[in-house]
């Protein structure tokens, strides 16, 4: 079945949906679906990933929304359900993503755009740089500060890439203290562009507690956009990785 009014709740998917040439069929979509960039004026906005505005989608009578476990809260999901077909997404590996395109892409009749795409995708990741591993901490947030555990995205990214998550043992996403990292003392510390917007003001509050790390400010989108995105993300990783090598 190929949908003829789609809500995405899924930045990363909205683009996935334009690149597997269904725009026409996007009918509205959340405050941070930025990617492409030709939907911005054209697609109504329904509200944010974590509180969409369920009467606007109403509005729109969708005949599929996509969402995503982790990005939308399940009340809302459950709610949109009684009404309308949503195609529910579970990502927390590369591996998981590579299927949601190919399950995407059979299910929206684009199969052939699908298999290109990941085909493209499975090229970058063969050419990963052959480094020595490094250890670093990934900082989504701060005040607290959060990072990353195993059973995320980002993880299972950081870890393709040899860049060896120091809480890895944990889950989700842990809150910590920049001692607990200092203790840790990873090779790299580093600040993403997303959700928090860090800053480079924001280095000096780690170096003061992690001088023996290094400290970099990284685009988010790298790290945790999927779908579609994960080609140019993955070639700019490929040039990041030999350049901290």
Request: net charge negative.
């Amino acid at each position: 079945m190929t949908p003829q009014r789609i809500v995405s709740l899924v930045p990363s998917l909205t683009e996935l949906i334009a690149d597997l040439d269904l725009a026409s069929s996007l009918a509205g979509r959340t405050r941070f679906c930025k990617h492409p960039d030709h939907i911005a004026g054209r697609v109504p906005i329904v509200g944010g990933t974590k509180n969409p505005r369920l009467d606007k989608i109403r509005e729109i009578n969708p005949d599929m929304i996509i969402a995503n476990v982790e990005e939308n809260r399940k009340e809302d999901i459950d709610g949109l359900k009684k009404d309308y077909p949503v195609y529910l997404t579970d990502i927390h590996t590369i591996e998981d993503a590579l299927l949601t395109i190919h399950e995407m892409g059979v299910q929206f009749n684009a199969g052939d755009r699908a298999a290109e795409l990941i085909e493209k995708i499975n090229e970058e990741l063969d050419g990963i740089p052959d480094e020595e591993p490094r250890s670093v901490t990934y900082f989504i947030w701060r005040a607290p500060w959060m990072t990353v555990g195993s059973d995320t995205y980002i993880h299972s990214v950081l870890e393709r890439w040899k860049l060896t998550n120091v809480f890895g043992r944990h889950n989700r996403y842990p809150k910590v203290e920049l001692s607990d990292v200092s203790r840790m003392n990873p090779d790299f510390i580093l600040l993403s562009s997303e959700p928090y917007p860090f800053r480079e003001k924001h280095k000096n509050d780690v170096f003061d507690a992690c001088p023996d790390s290094n400290i970099l400010l990284v685009d988010g989108e790298w790290f945790s956009w999927y779908g579609s995105r994960m080609l140019p993300s993955f070639k700019k990783l490929n040039t990041f990785r030999k350049a901290i090598s």
